[in-house]
């Protein structure tokens, strides 16, 4: 049940000082926890709080438009009054106002503290949304926002239509689908399956895990690998470095592959560029070696590392 509630409402004797409206409700709760956030155009931001409660804070924005009705100010008022927040056992459900007149007056943005394990899945179409500090499993969409999420010890799936997507420091397994956005990974401990159009990737990993990366004309790059790898793109540069635990399989259409092997570790080579050529740094392979070709093994052989590309040159190098 809600324990205590506090609410604040900012009354300004000018109308334009009058926007925002802002609430804070208090909800005791025994875990685990369930959270889950649904929003149009607010943000949203989810971080880990105490144990045993959760603190929602939020503003209920007055908007500016043609369709915005003449008492949107007092809609506000009243959203800010009695915040959509709904409990049910240990899921706490914040919603919009279902009503036409409330959705077109209002903006609603929340700020909430959960305790660490708690499940999080949130939905906005156009507000931005941050996790943080969250060690269950979280679940984050939008339609054209940003994305960040931190400090995440469960797993994570991201997906968003036109928003930029930041991770940092997730230890779980992570999967990410984006249409046209770019994507920055650090600190991955798990592993990684991304989907993307037109989106930049760039990832690095202090696990194992495994990792595919599938993209329509993105660069990809991708540091401290140490899984099995499958990655491609139509028209982006690849630039690769670490030890392969499993297989590689990377493929591009008209564009260069790099790859920078750390030392130590073995592999069975298959690379090839039909319009390019092949160039090995540092290192002596075992097997058929041609300008546009390598097929062989290095340092004894291992995992299988498939490199290709139409018109891109493909150059493999190892660390000393």
Known sequence: MIASGVLALLAMPSLASAQRFRFER????????????????GKIEVRAGAPGRVVVEGEATVRVGFNVPANAVELARQVAAAPPIEQSGNEIRLRIPLDDATERAVTIAFRVQVPPGTEVDTTSESGETTIEGIAGAVSVRTQSSAITV???AGTAQVSTGSGAVV?????????????SSSFRGTGLGGALRLRTQSGDVQAAFTGSGDVEVLTGSSAIQLSGLRGALTARTESGRVTIQGAPGGDWSVTTGSSAIDFTLEPERGLALDAASRGG??????MQVDGSITKRAVDGNFR??????????RSGTIRVRSRH
């Open 167 to 179: 991770v940092d420091d997730v230890r779980g397994d992570l999967a990410v689908t984006t249409s």
């Open 277 to 282: 050529e092949v160039v090995l740094e540092g």
């Open 26 to 41: 208090t909800i005791q709760v025994s875990e685990p926890v369930k959270l889950d956030v649904a929003t149009v155009r």
């Open 150 to 152: 931190r400090r995440l």
């Open 300 to 309: 004894g052989g291992g995992p299988r590392v498939r490199l290709d590309t």
